[in-house]
T-cell receptor, first 112, second 114 residues
């Protein structure tokens, strides 16, 4: 079965530490996205990539970094520069037009 | 500045009645509109969509209406069922360029009471 996998589902880190969230897809989708959700907020775009070795900043990229070395993988690093890292993070991939999105099940990051 | 607004954080309806979820947008370049359903700690799932060349799209119990002049769309669920209880996000995108980025509203929590 094709799909998009985010791991782990829950992640705890100490303040000041960098942490990397995994996102893997076997859908052969070219485009991949990272969104953040906070309570009472919509999904906000952090970074996106339309092709391997290329990515662009979204609306709230500060304090985050990404890489796209393989088509299947789009890891997100939450750095110590991110002021409020505790959130629910969603990865998505897309094929075709706007109706081609597939979302992962998310990672809840808690920084203590 | 929020380009997609869902002004009702929550909505409660009785089973069998109609649920109406509203969404407003400010960016006139948006030409695709999508509704997603989301349960806690899960990713959103696509529900129904409409493009700007239409004013209505229907899929079973779900109908989306688009009023371009008012920059307003609504999702109607008839009849509502307890399994419909979830957060509903309105999202919009433009066909210009190829990145098809989605801009989401803040969501509306729908509770359908048995």
């Amino acid at each position: 079965d094709g799909g998009i996998t985010q791991s782990p589902k829950y992640l705890f880190r100490k303040e000041g530490q960098n942490v990397t969230l995994s996102c893997e897809q076997n859908l052969n989708h070219d485009a991949m996205y990272w969104y953040r959700q906070d309570p009472g907020q919509g999904l906000r775009l952090i970074y996106y990539s339309q092709i391997v070795n290329d990515f662009q900043k979204g609306d709230i990229a500060e304090g985050y970094s990404v890489s796209r070395e393989k088509k299947e993988s789009f890891p997100l690093t939450v750095t110590s520069a991110q002021k409020n890292p505790t959130a629910f993070y969603l990865c998505a991939s897309r094929s075709g037009g706007v109706y081609g999105y597939t979302f992962g099940s998310g990672t809840r990051l808690t920084v203590v | 500045d929020q380009q997609v607004k869902q002004n009702s954080p929550s909505l409660s309806v009785q089973e069998g009645r109609i649920s109406i979820l509203n969404c407003d947008y400010t960016n006139s370049m948006f030409d695709y509109f999508l509704w997603y359903k989301k349960y806690p700690a899960e990713g959103p799932t696509f529900l129904i969509s409409i493009s700007s060349i239409k004013d209505k799209n229907e899929d079973g119990r779900f109908t989306v209406f688009l009023n371009k002049s008012a920059k307003h769309l609504s999702l109607h669920i008839v009849p509502s069922q307890p399994g419909d209880s979830a957060v509903y996000f309105c999202a919009a995108s433009t066909s210009g360029g190829s990145n098809y980025k989605l801009t989401f509203g803040k969501g509306t929590l729908l509770t359908v009471n048995p």
